[in-house]
Structure formats: structure tokens, C-alpha cells
């Protein structure tokens, strides 16, 4: 099945389904480290003192891509030092990042040419690309309350322009987007267009025969924020794959990634693979989830069958144009700077250190009860509307505030910054007890290997200067 990009980002039309990249790397291979840690040192002094600048040897590979003038990924380097004297081969793991830079190259100048200045046009605000489409059928939305038309849903928009919603299919956190953290969600009806909604996150993460009959047609539409592990691109995964499977086509309206300008953290050890990674990815991805749709299916991760996707793509957006959502995407990542700390700070998910669920600021904090420095600053996790039994529920925590720190500095930081983890895991006095007993760190970082790697106080510190031609 062909996919098909509409917009003025490139007219490209059909490009095969099979069209791959096999890249091959010889002999010594790249040998250019991504730092995990920029020296600007923005949790602080100390631990730029301590941490200065490191490449963090998670699985052995280390993923960075390098953006031209126009923000996409020009150059992607991959190293593996267990396998120096060997050829590399990237077929199953990283083709398909070589393919979307290729694709982004066939298509028109026009994309690479627009001014920044121009207003970002999300796919769903280009409603006479996509409304043709629509006419006669009966549609399904995967949408929640980031879908949006301006400042109407986008579930309001279609149906105002007499299009006929059969059924509405919920993330997490529901349809409306004030469901809780984690809280399974129940089938309903939405009061304000009549239609039935399915949850996608309850009984069943992905929809079956009924749920999807009488469907001419699936939109996507939804806010990610860059990560494997934030759930909606899991949601994408399924619904993809549900309509492979029941023959109907589906259609993605791209937004910005917030934390589309860089890629960073190891690949996905499939062993680990779960609702909170379910495909290969590096931890930040860097792709909007129109480019992880097309992934997804062009690389047969969904499964050998194919849907019949086309892709509304944002316009005047690259990849280096910083983005700020215009919603919170999800009730725990409240603003902006949320979003850009989510990264660094979502390993915590998976320790006994509490980063603000049950407070006005969630991950904009780190910090647990018995956190050596008294003095520090405090807070108490309580319930509340985005976390109803939020970690460490009702206990005096002290630890770092990172509420002052300017989402202009953490744009340009552009890195998963383990400093932090490491530096309260070396504090925290109890060690055994610093990771859950779950092992959810692992499936947040996708790999075995960090766990004894923290333990183990290993943390490599490098120069920028120490980076170039080492073997």
C-alpha cells in the first residue's frame, strides 16, 4: 500500500511502501559520542562541576542526528564499540530515519523554504486538504482534547461541517483529557456530538471487529510530546495495526513535536517492549507522529499488512522551530517546560523519588522524604484531578525546584540530562530501595543496562574535545 502526503511540504503523491534505506558503516564505523550532558550545567553548579560533559554508555549505542539550515535530520551517527571491526548494518533498527530525510529531500523546496515567521499550520487547521476526503463516510476519531481546530474541537469542527462521526476512540487520560494518571477508562457517549466513545485505554488497548464496523474511515489526531514512552504514539501503533487489519484507511493530522529537534537515548531492547514502548525508537524520537505513522508501517512493525495512511502535514514547521503547545497535553505535563523536562526526569517513574505528581508543578520537581540536605526545598504529593494516588502520597519530600529554569534553556539544552538521576541516587541512603521492585526503570529506559549502570556510579566523562577520532 502506497502512502500519500498532502500539503504544500512536499506534493510527493505515491512513495512504495517498500522504499528502505540499507545503510552499512565499515571498519571503525563512527566514532562521534553524543553528549548526554551540555556544559551550561542547567540543574546547577554542582553538578555541572561534577558532570560536565558525559556520554552515558547505555547498551552501547548512542544515537544523534545533526539538522541542516532548514531543521531536518541531515547526518545520523551510530557507534557500537563491541563491534569496531565490523560491518554495521542499521536494516532493522535505524533505516527508516535515513528514509523520512529522504523523503523530506524529494519533496518540494517549498517546505524547506517558508520563513519562520509564518504561523505554524497544524494538519487539522487545513480543512480543504482533508474534507474532501470525509464526504460520504462515516468516520472514527482517536482524539482528545488537544484536537483542535483554533479553539474548537476538532470532534465539534466535523461535525459542524456535517460530517458523520460514528465513533470516538480515547487515549489515555480520556476523550476530554482530564481523566487522571494511569486510570483505566470506561466506554461513554459525548454529550455534545451524540457519538458512542470507545476507551482505548481500558479493558482493551486496541479496537477490535466491532468496535471499528461500519468505519469508512480513522482520523488520528493528537498532541504528542517526542517520547517513546508517553503513551498516544502507543495508541497510534494499534489503531494502525487495527486497520490493517479490518481493511479501513486512516488518516493522520500532523502537529509539531516539542521535542522534535533532537534524538537522544538507546533503542528500545524489544525484550522490554510494553505499552510505554512498543516500537524501536530511541527514547526522544524526534519525529511528529505523521513521520512515526509512516515509520511504523514502512518498516512493518505493525505487522506485515499495511493500512492505506495518508499524512496531513503541519506547514511552516521544521524541525529546529521550537513549538509551544498551544494545550497541556496531558494533565501531569502542565506547560511548556514540563514537556522539555520530560525526558530527563520520567527515569524517576521508576525509582522512590517523587518528581511533583500530586502538586500544582509535576515534573518540574524531584525530590524524596529522606533527602540529606534539610534545608532544601519541599513539598508533599496529594491527590488531585491528574493524580489520584500520586507516589510518595502525603510524605514531606525535599529535594531540587526546577520551576525558575527558562524553556529557552532547555530547548537549547537538546539532551537527556542524567545528571540529576545520578547525583540522587548517590545521595539517596537507602539504595536498595531507590529503584522499584517493579523494574519499571527498565521499561522506561528500554534496556537492562541502566540499573546496574547507576548502581555501579558509571558515568563517563568526556570533553568535547576527546570526542573526535577516538576507535
Known amino acids: 500500500m502506497g502512502h500519500h502526503f498532502i500539503g ?12 528502505a534505506l540499507r545503510i552499512e558503516q565499515g571498519g571503525k564505523g563512527v566514532q562521534n559520542l553524543l553528549p548526554i550532558m551540555q556544559d551550561d550545567g542547567y540543574f546547577g553548579d554542582a553538578l555541572k562541576a561534577r558532570y560536565p560533559t558525559g556520554s552515558f554508555d547505555i547498551n552501547n549505542r548512542v544515537f544523534r542526528y545533526f539538522s541542516g539550515g532548514h531543521g531536518w535530520m541531515t547526518c545520523l551517527f551510530y557507534t557500537c564499540s563491541s563491534h569496531k571491526n ?25 517546505a524547506f523554504s517558508q520563513p519562520s515567521g509564518q504561523p505554524i499550520l ?21 482524539v482528545n482534547h488537544s484536537s483542535r481546530v483554533g479553539n474548537k474541537h476538532l470532534a465539534d469542527t466535523l461535525a459542524a461541517s456535517g460530517i458523520c462521526l460514528l465513533r470516538i476512540f480515547a487515549p489515555e487520560h480520556g476523550f476530554r483529557g482530564d481523566a487522571p494518571d494511569g486510570q483505566h477508562l470506561d466506554d461513554g457517549i459525548d454529550s455534545l456530538t451524540g457519538a458512542p466513545i470507545i476507551s482505548v485505554y481500558g479493558r482493551k488497548r486496541r479496537p477490535d471487529a466491532e468496535d471499528l464496523a461500519g468505519v469508512d474511515l480513522v482520523i488520528f489526531d493528537i498532541q504528542d510530546v517526542g517520547t517513546r514512552f508517553y503513551t498516544y504514539i502507543s495508541t497510534l501503533f494499534n489503531m494502525l495495526d487495527a486497520c490493517a487489519e479490518y481493511d479501513i484507511p ?14 537522544d537515548g538507546p533503542m528500545l531492547d524489544m525484550r522490554l517492549r510494553s505499552f510505554v514502548g512498543i516500537a524501536p525508537l530511541p527514547i526522544v524520537h524526534g519525529c511528529t507522529v505523521g513521520e512515526l505513522a509512516r515509520m511504523f ?4 512493525w505493525t505487522g506485515p499488512k499495511r493500512p492505506d495512511l495518508t499524512v496531513i502535514p503541519c506547514r511552516n514547521y521544521h524541525h529546529k522551530r521550537p513549538y509551544e503547545l498551544p494545550v497541556a497535553p496531558s494533565p501531569n505535563l502542565p506547560n511548556q517546560r514540563a514537556v522539555l523536562l520530560y525526558p530527563s526526569l520520567c527515569f524517576f517513574e521508576g525509582t522512590n523519588v517523587s518528581i511533583g505528581r500530586g502538586t500544582d508543578w509535576p515534573f518540574q520537581l524531584a525530590g524524596y522524604p529522606d533527602y540529606p540536605d534539610t534545608t532544601a526545598f519541599s513539598f508533599t504529593p496529594m491527590p488531585n484531578p491528574a493524580s489520584k494516588y500520586p507516589p510518595l502520597e502525603g510524605k514531606l519530600c525535599r529535594g ?4 525558575f529554569l527558562s524553556v529557552d534553556s532547555l530547548h537549547r539544552e537538546g539532551t537527556i540530562n542524567l545528571a540529576l538521576l545520578l547525583d540522587v541516587y548517590s545521595g539517596f541512603a537507602d539504595k536498595a530501595k531507590f529503584f522499584l521492585p517493579t523494574r519499571y526503570i527498565e521499561k522506561l529506559a528500554g534496556t537492562y543496562a541502566l540499573w546496574p549502570q547507576i548502581e555501579a556510579g558509571y558515568f563517563r566523562v568526556r570533553h568535547p574535545g576527546d570526542l573526535a577520532g577516538r576507535s
Open 86 to 110: 565490523k560491518t554495521l548494518s542499521f536494516r532493522n533498527e535505524m533505516r527508516t530515519f535515513f528514509l523520512i530525510v529522504l523523503l523530506a529531500c524529494l519533496g518540494s523546496n517549498r
Open 400 to 403: 531540587h525546584d526546577f520551576r
Open 8 to 19: 504544500d511540504t512536499g506534493q510527493l503523491g505515491n512513495i512504495p511502501g517498500d522504499a
Open 122 to 142: 497544524v494538519g487539522a487547521e487545513q480543512m480543504d486538504a482533508y474534507l474532501p476526503l470525509l464526504a460520504g463516510k462515516q468516520v472514527g476519531l482517536v
Open 250 to 263: 486512516i488518516l493522520v493530522l500532523d502537529r509539531p513535536n516539542p521535542n522534535g529537534h533532537y534524538v
Open 297 to 300: 508501517i514502512g518498516e512493518y
